[in-house]
């Protein structure tokens, strides 16, 4: 087989928006006024979301671009009251480990200002919890490995693009990362090529929700032009 037959065969960029200038600034004022309401909550309503918004959001999620365009990457959704039980007990047991044994003074002196602790009752009060998973490799269907490339970095990118389209829809997120995290395998029946990322919680906020009043960095804080 030469290079040419391996590779994907192409097709015609579709529909790709020739904005002008200040088309493309109003576009991109809207998208960062959108984006910088949003905010990490730790109290959820247990309103009920429908699922195909869960599903929409995924969709967009896995248009991240990935390593070799191997996407390796598999979310597990849960909504299950017993299952979201399990999960807690279990993400509590480390986090009790972390707070009382493993965390430097200095990380928990960072994490003081935010108020958070070993409780977690937010992992059974929102409707869904997304578990992400990496994949270090994948399998064919004879049983073969198929290597990955970059993993971690293709997950995080589409677990950004998801965060971003739940909030797009209105829904409100946290990022979880009970350490370690291999009880989301065992719970969820995920094998051994598969590497818990995240737990992502999402739903609607709780009525009278109150966030920590944080602030970002500016521009200058966080990016450099190279402009020669």
Do not use: C
């Not at 270090?136 to 049983?143: I, V």
């Not at 971003?164 to 291999?182: D, E, R, V």
């Not at 990322?197 to 906020?205: I, K, M, Q």
């Amino acid at each position: 087989m030469t290079d040419e037959t391996m590779r994907y065969p192409t097709v015609a960029l579709a529909d790709y928006p020739d904005y002008g200038v200040e088309e493309m600034r109003h576009r991109l004022a809207e998208f960062h006024a959108e984006v910088e309401r949003r905010r990490t909550i730790r109290e959820f309503s247990d309103r009920p979301v429908p699922r195909d918004l869960i599903e929409t959001a995924l969709k967009a999620a896995n248009t991240a671009p990935s390593g070799a365009n191997l996407q390796p990457w598999h979310f597990v959704v849960v909504s299950g009251a017993e299952t979201k039980r399990k999960i807690r007990q279990a993400a509590e047991a480390e986090e009790r480990e972390f707070y009382e044994h493993r965390a430097s003074p200095e990380w928990l002196a960072a994490l003081e200002p935010l108020g958070t602790d070993s409780n977690k009752p937010f992992l059974e009060t929102a409707p869904y919890l997304i578990a992400v998973f990496l994949q270090k490799y994948g399998r064919l269907d004879d049983g073969r490995k198929v290597k990955h490339y970059y993993p971690t970095e293709s997950t995080g990118l589409a677990t950004g693009i998801l965060i971003t389209a739940l909030h797009h829809a209105g829904l409100a997120t946290l990022t979880h990362t009970p350490s370690p995290m291999k009880f989301l395998n065992e719970i969820l029946g995920r094998p051994s090529n598969e590497r818990p990322f995240l737990l992502l919680v999402a739903g609607y906020p709780a009525d009278g929700v109150r966030v920590p009043d944080i602030r970002r960095k500016s521009l200058r804080e966080f990016a450099s032009f190279v402009e020669d």
